[in-house]
């Protein structure tokens, strides 16, 4: 099978990647991921593009192997807010009154929303059960699919009660992208040139170069789910797309290898994150994540240049290509303003809502530097003063 690609991670190919991936799916689920029930979860929103698919995948899977199994499916509304805990619940009660039992495996079929609660569900029903996700978005397929971490949101915040517990397989079919929103593929650019920003600056100058061609192949090329399927039919642009797609989950994936539990080097990955979150808590969900984010990048870059570790230029280029994919790079830019209907964004709430941080060291705020694009000050987080951050925000 040349016409998928797989990435290695916790030591084993799990994650793997390719266009019009359904029938690739289904049959190593059934052959290598056995199960006696497969129950796929997923929103309103994708069940009505893509469960039909992947139900029809799963048939012919079975007859091909000459096995029989139990496919399920429950849709949930799409939306944050159903990373509740009474969704899980009402999960958990549906799979009990189905009689799934621990040879059940559970497939998120969805973006961050569903993948997360989903594999919070898997983490804790019968006190673990196997899970895969299948990303819907490409923001789900860089960043929050990999890596094991699991939750719910609860009325203090969101991602307060979860787990670490690792999918079996993560399937990306770049196929999904065809028919997500524009504005929801802009937000997972945030996520792919974040990554580039923290670890390869040839990465990054891909993003920089390939704008249109990405853009090309999402709005027009993986339309028509055959073409894309093997290396000779792929449009450039396709190719370019599966590449920058390949390069960020490789280093997500390798990160997560090096330090599962967050202490240090996958840290890296919140670039972006610790004033972006704080932005998120006052914004959303008017406002989104990868969109926050764009801004937290910018902040968090002028705050490396303030403390002496990187150039303007860099600041420039990071700008300029987040820009270019269509993100916003200040709490000033128009659409972000009309999108927020003008929710001002004050310097102390966004610095009271930054004390909250998870990742914060005692009451010392952790952020990620950069000494330049492709490089970080250090293979963590840095400790950064509330003078600093002040400063940078209020100019
Ligand atoms: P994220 O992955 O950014 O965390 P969500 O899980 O909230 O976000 O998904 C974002 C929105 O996009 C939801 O409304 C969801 O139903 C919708 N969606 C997800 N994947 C697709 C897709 N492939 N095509 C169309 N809509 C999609
Ligand atoms: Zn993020």
Same mark, same amino acid.
């Given at each position: 099978?040349?016409?998928?690609?797989?990435?290695?991670?916790?030591?084993?190919?799990?994650?793997?990647?390719?266009?019009?991936?359904?029938?690739?799916?289904?049959?190593?689920?059934?052959?290598?991921?056995?199960?006696?029930?497969?129950?796929?979860?997923?929103?309103?929103?994708?069940?009505?593009?893509?469960?039909?698919?992947?139900?029809?995948?799963?048939?012919?899977?079975?007859?091909?192997?000459?096995?029989?199994?139990?496919?399920?499916?429950?849709?949930?509304?799409?939306?944050?807010?159903?990373?509740?805990?009474?969704?899980?619940?009402?999960?958990?009660?549906?799979?009990?009154?189905?009689?799934?039992?621990?040879?059940?495996?559970?497939?998120?079929?969805?973006?961050?929303?569903?993948?997360?609660?989903?594999?919070?569900?898997?983490?804790?029903?019968?006190?673990?059960?196997?899970?895969?996700?299948?990303?819907?978005?490409?923001?789900?397929?860089?960043?929050?699919?990999?890596?094991?971490?699991?939750?719910?949101?609860?009325?203090?915040?969101?991602?307060?009660?979860?787990?670490?517990?690792?999918?079996?397989?993560?399937?990306?079919?770049?196929?999904?992208?065809?028919?997500?929103?524009?504005?929801?593929?802009?937000?997972?650019?945030?996520?792919?040139?974040?990554?580039?920003?923290?670890?390869?600056?040839?990465?990054?100058?891909?993003?920089?170069?390939?704008?249109?061609?990405?853009?090309?192949?999402?709005?027009?090329?993986?339309?028509?789910?055959?073409?894309?399927?093997?290396?000779?039919?792929?449009?450039?642009?396709?190719?370019? %797309? +599966?590449?920058? #797609?390949?390069?960020?989950?490789?280093? =997500? *994936?390798?990160? @997560?290898?090096?330090? $599962?539990? /967050? &202490?240090?080097?996958?840290?890296?990955?919140?670039?972006?994150?610790?004033?972006?979150?704080?932005?998120?808590?006052?914004?959303?969900?008017?406002?989104?994540?990868?969109?926050?984010?764009?801004?937290?990048?910018?902040?968090?870059?002028?705050?490396?240049?303030?403390?002496?570790?990187?150039?303007?230029?860099?600041?420039?280029?990071?700008?300029?290509?987040?820009?270019?994919?269509?993100?916003?790079?200040?709490?000033?830019?128009?659409?972000?303003?009309?999108?927020?209907?003008?929710?001002?964004?004050?310097?102390?709430?966004?610095?009271?809502?930054?004390?909250?941080?998870?990742?914060?060291?005692?009451?010392?705020?952790?952020?990620? %530097? +950069?000494?330049? #694009?492709?490089?970080?000050?250090?293979? =963590? *987080?840095?400790? @950064?003063?509330?003078? $600093?951050? /002040? &400063?940078?925000?209020?100019?």
């Amino acid at each position: 099978q040349e016409n998928i690609v797989k990435v290695s991670i916790l030591g084993s190919e799990s994650i793997i990647l390719g266009y019009h991936l359904l029938p690739y799916l289904a049959s190593d689920l059934v052959q290598n991921v056995k199960a006696s029930t497969y129950v796929i979860i997923t929103d309103r929103n994708i069940a009505a593009l893509h469960l039909n698919p992947l139900l029809d995948a799963f048939q012919d899977a079975q007859r091909k192997f000459g096995q029989s199994v139990r496919v399920l499916f429950k849709v949930i509304p799409p939306g944050e807010l159903s990373k509740s805990r009474e969704t899980k619940c009402a999960i958990e009660d549906w799979l009990l009154e189905e009689v799934c039992t621990r040879d059940t495996c559970l497939i998120a079929l969805g973006g961050g929303v569903i993948g997360d609660l989903v594999g919070f569900v898997a983490a804790t029903f019968m006190r673990g059960i196997p899970f895969v996700q299948v990303p819907s978005t490409l923001l789900a397929m860089v960043d929050s699919s990999i890596g094991g971490k699991t939750a719910i949101d609860t009325p203090h915040g969101k991602n307060l009660i979860g787990a670490f517990w690792q999918p079996k397989r993560i399937y990306m079919n770049l196929s999904f992208l065809s028919t997500l929103p524009k504005r929801e593929f802009i937000n997972g650019m945030a996520e792919v040139i974040k990554t580039a920003c923290i670890w390869n600056e040839q990465d990054f100058e891909k993003l920089e170069q390939g704008v249109e061609k990405i853009q090309d192949a999402v709005l027009n090329g993986v339309k028509d789910d055959f073409t894309g399927t093997t290396m000779e039919t792929r449009t450039e642009g396709q190719c370019l %797309l +599966l590449d920058v #797609i390949l390069a960020s989950a490789r280093v =997500k *994936a390798h990160v @997560v290898t090096v330090d $599962e539990r /967050e &202490t240090g080097l996958r840290g890296l990955l919140n670039y972006g994150h610790s004033i972006g979150h704080a932005i998120e808590a006052i914004l959303a969900p008017q406002v989104l994540h990868g969109e926050c984010v764009a801004i937290g990048m910018i902040q968090e870059a002028e705050l490396s240049h303030y403390l002496g570790y990187m150039d303007r230029a860099s600041i420039d280029r990071i700008a300029n290509c987040l820009s270019s994919y269509g993100l916003p790079i200040s709490l000033d830019d128009e659409r972000l303003l009309c999108r927020s209907g003008g929710t001002p964004c004050p310097v102390d709430t966004i610095m009271s809502n930054m004390r909250i941080d998870k990742k914060n060291a005692g009451s010392v705020k952790k952020i990620v %530097l +950069l000494s330049q #694009i492709g490089d970080t000050v250090e293979k =963590k *987080a840095s400790a @950064v003063g509330d003078q $600093e951050i /002040e &400063t940078i925000l209020h100019e």
